[in-house]
């Protein structure tokens, strides 16, 4: 009995310290998150009212804002979908199948994520530009690409196509073929496979790839800026029209269209945050 109270005392003593140490590293966390985070979207939002609720509003009536609000919602209606499609086949072919080049087209998948944004932009001026390898080709046929929309959703696909296929690549290895094999023996085709077997069962990792996707591609600044060529009402994106405002001093209205990439930002979370939590309910 002797020994027994300063044992007890000894994890009396753990226990403080653990659950100390624990509100030390939640207290660092959350000061972080303020300081990063919070602290830069409140001065957002303060900056975009500063002079009232009237001249917020009246920042979204300049035709040049309005198009590259238009411009950021549809380059991010034609990039979401192709990346997903892409993503979906890519994982596909990686999770189910041995082919020769695997190892290299998982390389080719995580690129964007090496290569800068910019430097992304300038192989697209080198090949679709006025000299570049197809600029020639591409006149000759009245097309553009850079300075024009096509160039703006080549440059967003690029920097944003792994992001499904990197979500759904882990949980499709992670599930294995063994219900896809089960199904094609009962008769069921490729296409009703997936839909009936595949599809249910990464529907969230889905989603969460999607919604990741869309945030790069509303947010994406240093491609589209060098292939886009800053033509007011016609190839500015939001981002870009930010840089635009704040550069000529009209701080109220950069800063209220930064408030709303800021807001579109914050439903995102929010809805990333809800498909996690559908994902954690389906698994638990």
């Given at each position: ?44 939002l ?24 238009r ?11 192709v ?10 072919a ?59 959703v ?27 094999e ?33 945030a ?19 190839t ?49």
């Amino acid at each position: 009995m002797a020994g027994l109270a300063p044992r007890v005392e000894n994890r009396r003593d753990a226990s403080v310290a653990t659950r100390i140490g624990r509100a030390a590293l939640i207290a660092i966390a959350v000061a972080f998150v303020a300081l990063l985070l919070v602290a830069p979207l409140g001065a957002v939002l303060v900056q975009a009212l500063s002079k009232g609720v009237g001249a917020y509003f009246e920042a979204f009536d300049d035709p040049d804002t309005l198009s590259a609000i238009r411009l950021t919602l549809l380059t991010a209606a034609i990039v979401v979908p192709v990346n997903t499609l892409f993503g979906i086949a890519a994982a596909w072919a990686i999770a189910k199948f041995e082919f020769r080049g695997k190892s290299l087209l998982i390389t080719l998948i995580d690129l964007p994520f090496a290569v800068s944004p910019v430097v992304a932009g300038l192989v697209l001026v080198m090949l679709f530009g006025a000299h570049g390898w197809f600029g020639s080709w591409l006149q000759e046929r009245d097309i553009s690409v850079i300075f024009a929309v096509p160039g703006i959703v080549l440059a967003t696909v690029f920097v944003t196509f792994p992001y499904v296929a990197r979500e759904l690549i882990p949980l499709m290895q992670q599930q294995g073929s063994e219900e896809e094999e089960a199904a094609i023996t009962l008769g069921a085709g490729a296409w009703m496979t997936f839909l009936r077997v595949t599809l249910p069962k990464i529907r969230w990792g889905l989603l969460y790839g999607v919604i990741l996707c869309n945030a790069r591609a509303m947010g994406e600044f240093g491609a589209v800026s060098v292939v886009s060529g800053h033509i007011r009402g016609m190839t500015n994106t939001m981002p870009l029209q930010v840089e635009i405002l704040y550069n000529e001093y009209n701080f109220v209205a950069a800063f209220a269209v930064a408030s709303l990439l800021a807001v579109l930002a914050i439903v995102t979370l929010v809805i990333k945050t809800f498909v996690e939590w559908r994902a954690d309910r389906r698994t638990g």
